[in-house]
């Protein structure tokens, strides 16, 4: 199957600080990841959708300007996490959608924020 | 809104036994149907996807079926061995861009 690399596969920061979260296709390009956040012993709920070139499509009461959004190209996105707190320490995955239509995930990120 | 149940939240086996799962969704317009295995700590592995106009999907000792009209899926795992401890999830594709919306998931435990 398709590879999606995710990186960091995790990270400890202290609050306030930014962390920056990069999810890259390797053997395909993927013109919309998606962006998802997952809570111990949760599911996952999808956070954004990522849209190569264009503005990033964010779920309802996702906010915009702490979880920034870049798909600069057709394999990589990136997620950046703004002026962190406590409360934003999670699970974070990462996927991107094959040709065929199936879905491949990053490794995820564990964000912890001190 | 599109809302995906799993059932049961966790099950234990011993080994050899064969393993069934149940997906249940109640918007029967989904343009696929995927079946994920997540270790802790870890990302999602893709196991099985069943496009809508499918019945079914096989690869190994696993099998995926697929009932749109009654809103239902079903994983099966034969023979079960200790590595198939894990959170099997399902998802259904809501829209054309491919957005998922997942299940809560079935924590399986196979003892040796």
């Known amino acids: 199957g398709a590879v999606v690399s995710q990186h960091p596969s995790w990270v400890i920061c202290k609050s306030g600080t930014s962390v920056k979260i990069e999810c890259r296709s390797l053997?395909?390009?993927?013109?919309?990841m998606f962006w998802y956040r997952q809570f111990p012993k949760q599911s996952l709920m999808l956070m954004a959708t990522?849209?190569?070139?264009?503005?990033?499509?964010?779920e309802q009461g996702v906010e915009k300007d702490k979880f920034l959004i870049n798909h600069a190209s057709l394999t990589l996105s990136t997620l950046t996490v703004t002026s962190a707190h406590p409360e934003d320490s999670s699970f974070y995955i990462c996927?991107?959608?094959?040709?065929?239509?199936?879905?491949?995930f990053g490794q995820g990120t564990r964000l912890t924020v001190v | 809104k599109q809302e995906v149940t799993q059932i049961p939240a966790a099950l234990s086996v011993p080994e050899g036994e064969n393993l069934v799962l149940n997906c249940s969704f109640t918007?029967?317009?989904?343009?696929?149907l995927q079946w994920f295995r997540q270790d802790p700590g870890k990302g999602l592995t893709s196991l099985l996807l069943?496009?809508?106009?499918?019945r079914e999907q096989t690869s190994g000792r696993l099998n995926a079926s697929l009932d749109k009209s009654s809103g239902r899926s079903t994983l099966y795992i034969a023979a079960s061995q200790p590595g198939d401890s894990a959170t099997y999830l399902c998802?259904?594709?809501?829209?054309?861009?491919?957005?998922?919306?997942f299940g809560a998931g079935t924590q399986v435990v196979v003892t040796p």
């Open positions: 990522s849209n190569e070139g264009s503005k990033a499509t964010y």
């Open positions: 069943i496009q809508s106009s499918q």
């Open positions: 998802a259904v594709t809501t829209d054309s861009w491919g957005k998922l919306q």
């Open positions: 918007d029967s317009a989904i343009y696929n």
């Open positions: 053997d395909f390009q993927a013109t919309t």
């Open positions: 996927s991107a959608r094959g040709t065929g239509g199936e879905a491949f």
